[in-house]
């Protein structure tokens, strides 16, 4: 991916195209990429960098959602057990198999748990992941060896699905592009045009970085702005009553240590009746997460004290060790596009379902959902737009699909493994350069590499788009983050061709930016 060469497409297209998406998030991507696979003209224009929202502060889990069972929702269950096994298939060296344990306090935990989770491996049918098992305390205790021994009885194991998420987003953003698709980040879309009858037929953007206006006339025009969707539809109509209830979740990433055994916690009933999941991911430990109503979405959203303060007590109450402000390496936090609902009590009451809604001016909104069922919720949102726009009809193929990096073996790169088929890429551009082997920290397994493959193939713009979602180095570390990002900003004013000003303004700007993911 060329960003110069995406923006010419861009500028140059005369027709219209079949498919415009608002959003470079899971969601929009994921219709960006269905669409040009099935051979639609498409366009994708993201206002800041591809995954920016929502679709880089996840909890990283590709699963089913045993919450949802509790709640009765097995249809959803079902719905996301299947995609989770199309997606493993699909991008395997993304999506991997891990093993969760519920440990159990009380006598009656073990047979229910032990049921439950039975029922969720039995939904997923031909794309499970492992059966469950009931664990005797010893099995549990070699499987989390820092969990709280008092009362321990024994544990409940199951699988699900485990991926990172901002990776997968660029992978598919690429897919996309193979496919024909053209994607632009840092192109907000500012306004929508309307033909004379009053029906959206176009986006009027803006090239943040060369200031030039662009206007792109659609057949149909698709939003997936996820928490910012409502303020994407009030473009076109300004009266519209909002679509979306916005509701935070938070994540504290600790060293790896806190769970050494490789496996995660999964605690099925917090004080306030959500799930809450500690997981190894990237070497650390990442543990979440809430759900706080928000009046407005924000990009960079923050944690609440109470937040905090609750993600540190639940997860004290399962360990050997409790866990402190101070142990905390970094904290992120992401905004659900949960859709309104006007019976529902609380946030995480409303439904998890995807919406595909569509408004009198012909405007397209697809929201809601999951990380997981992306590609499920696009192939619905493609084929309502081309049943309502008479688009010429054209089958999906992207259950079959393999997603840029497919690779059966990944974990043979190591630290590059997340890159797929890329890996060889980068490690012929070490060979070139040596240096660019070299770590760019000692506490993150990232080298310079990295920084001049995201800027020459991954559409890479700033030291944020590299620190935070090119690599993972903002999620897991932010201090380490931040002394990373002179010699980040210098390797990538070498590749983009900017100067020495540039460089200190970006470093400085990132400093900025990770001071809000620090506790300490
Ligand atoms: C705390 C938390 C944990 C979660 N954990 C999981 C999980 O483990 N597994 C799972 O399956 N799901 C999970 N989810 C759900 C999942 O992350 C979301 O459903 C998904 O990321 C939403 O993607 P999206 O593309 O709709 O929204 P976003 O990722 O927010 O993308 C919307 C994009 O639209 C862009 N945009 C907005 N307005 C404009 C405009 N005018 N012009 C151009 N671009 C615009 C934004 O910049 C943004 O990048 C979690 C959600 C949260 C909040």
């Known amino acids: 991916m060329n960003r110069a060469e995406m923006l010419e497409r861009a500028l140059a297209h005369r027709e219209a195209w079949d498919v415009v998406v608002v959003g470079g998030g899971a969601t929009g991507v994921g219709v960006a990429l269905d669409a040009a696979a099935r051979g639609y003209d498409v366009l994708l224009l993201e206002q800041c960098d591809f995954g920016k929202g929502t679709s880089s502060r996840s909890t990283k889990l590709v699963h089913g959602g045993v919450r949802y069972l509790e709640q009765g929702n097995v249809s959803l269950v079902m719905e996301a057990l299947k995609e989770r096994g199309l997606l493993r298939q699909n991008a395997p060296h993304l999506v991997s198999n891990l093993?969760?344990?519920?440990?159990?306090?009380?006598?009656?935990?073990?047979?229910?748990?032990?049921?439950?989770?039975?029922?969720?491996?039995?939904?997923?049918?031909?794309?499970?992941?492992?059966?469950?098992?009931?664990?005797?305390?010893?099995?549990?205790?070699?499987?989390?060896?820092?969990?709280?021994?008092?009362?321990?009885?024994?544990?409940?194991?199951?699988?699900?699905?485990?991926?990172?998420?901002?990776?997968?987003?660029?992978?598919?953003?690429?897919?996309?592009?193979?496919?024909?698709?053209?994607?632009?980040?840092?192109?907000?879309?500012?306004?929508?045009?309307?033909?004379?009858?009053?029906?959206?037929?176009?986006?009027?953007?803006?090239?943040?970085?060369?200031?030039?206006?662009?206007?792109?006339?659609?057949?149909?025009?698709?939003?997936?702005?996820?928490?910012?969707?409502?303020?994407?539809?009030?473009?076109?109509?300004?009266?519209?009553?909002?679509?979306?209830?916005?509701?935070?979740?938070?994540?504290?990433?600790?060293?790896?240590?806190?769970?050494?055994?490789?496996?995660?916690?999964?605690?099925?009933?917090?004080?306030?009746?959500?799930?809450?999941?500690?997981?190894?991911?990237?070497?650390?430990?990442?543990?979440?997460?809430?759900?706080?109503?928000?009046?407005?979405?924000?990009?960079?959203?923050?944690?609440?004290?109470?937040?905090?303060?609750?993600?540190?007590?639940?997860?004290?109450?399962?360990?050997?060790?409790?866990?402190?402000?101070?142990?905390?390496?970094?904290?992120?936090?992401?905004?659900?596009?949960?859709?309104?609902?006007?019976?529902?009590?609380?946030?995480?009451?409303?439904?998890?379902?995807?919406?595909?809604?569509?408004?009198?001016?012909?405007?397209?909104?697809?929201?809601?959902?999951?990380?997981t069922t992306w590609r499920g919720m696009a192939e619905h949102c493609v084929n309502t737009a081309a049943m309502l726009e008479h688009l010429p009809e054209k089958p999906c193929p992207t259950r079959t699909l393999n997603i840029h990096g497919f690779h059966r073996h990944a974990a043979r790169f190591g630290p590059l493994a997340v890159y797929g088929s890329d890996a060889l890429h980068i490690q012929d551009l070490v060979r070139g350069e040596p240096a660019l082997g070299e770590p760019l920290h000692a506490a993150l397994p990232y080298c310079g590499a990295e920084v001049v493959w995201a800027a020459r193939f991954e559409m890479a713009r700033t030291v944020e788009d590299v620190l935070a979602r090119r690599t993972r180095a903002l999620f897991l570390n932010a201090r380490a983050a931040i002394e990373m990002a002179p010699r980040a900003a210098a390797l990538l004013a070498r590749e983009l061709g900017r100067d020495e000003g540039w460089e200190r303004a970006q470093v400085e700007a990132f400093r900025k930016l990770a001071s809000g993911y620090l506790l300490a």
Not at 110 to 124: D, E, I, R, T
Not at 161 to 171: H, P, S, T, Y
Not at 213 to 227: C, D, F, L, S, W
């Open 99 to 371: 093993a969760f344990v519920v440990p159990n306090y009380e006598w009656w935990e073990a047979p229910f748990y032990g049921v439950g989770l039975k029922v969720y491996n039995l939904l997923s049918g031909r794309y499970g992941f492992g059966d469950s098992e009931i664990l005797s305390k010893e099995e549990t205790l070699a499987r989390l060896p820092t969990i709280r021994t008092e009362g321990l009885r024994g544990g409940v194991v199951y699988y699900d699905g485990q991926f990172d998420d901002a990776r997968l987003l660029v992978n598919m953003a690429a897919t996309a592009a193979e496919q024909g698709a053209a994607l632009l980040n840092y192109a907000p879309v500012e306004a929508l045009t309307r033909d004379g009858h009053g029906f959206v037929n176009g986006v009027v953007a803006h090239d943040l970085e060369s200031g030039r206006e662009m206007k792109a006339a659609a057949r149909v025009v698709i939003n997936a702005g996820g928490p910012f969707c409502d303020a994407v539809r009030r473009l076109a109509d300004p009266g519209l009553p909002p679509l979306v209830a916005p509701s935070q979740g938070i994540h504290l990433v600790f060293d790896g240590e806190v769970l050494p055994g490789g496996a995660a916690i999964m605690v099925p009933h917090t004080s306030d009746g959500r799930v809450m999941f500690a997981i190894p991911w990237h070497g650390h430990t990442v543990v979440g997460t809430t759900d706080t109503p928000i009046e407005e979405p924000s990009l960079e959203p923050r944690p609440f004290d109470q937040e905090i303060e609750f993600v540190l007590e639940t997860a004290s109450r399962y360990l050997l060790r409790p866990l402190t402000r101070a142990d905390v390496r970094s904290v992120f936090v992401g905004i659900r596009p949960l859709v309104r609902s006007g019976d529902a009590t609380s946030r995480s009451a409303l439904s998890r379902d995807h919406v595909i809604h569509i408004d009198p001016t012909g405007l397209i909104t697809i929201t809601g959902g999951k990380w």
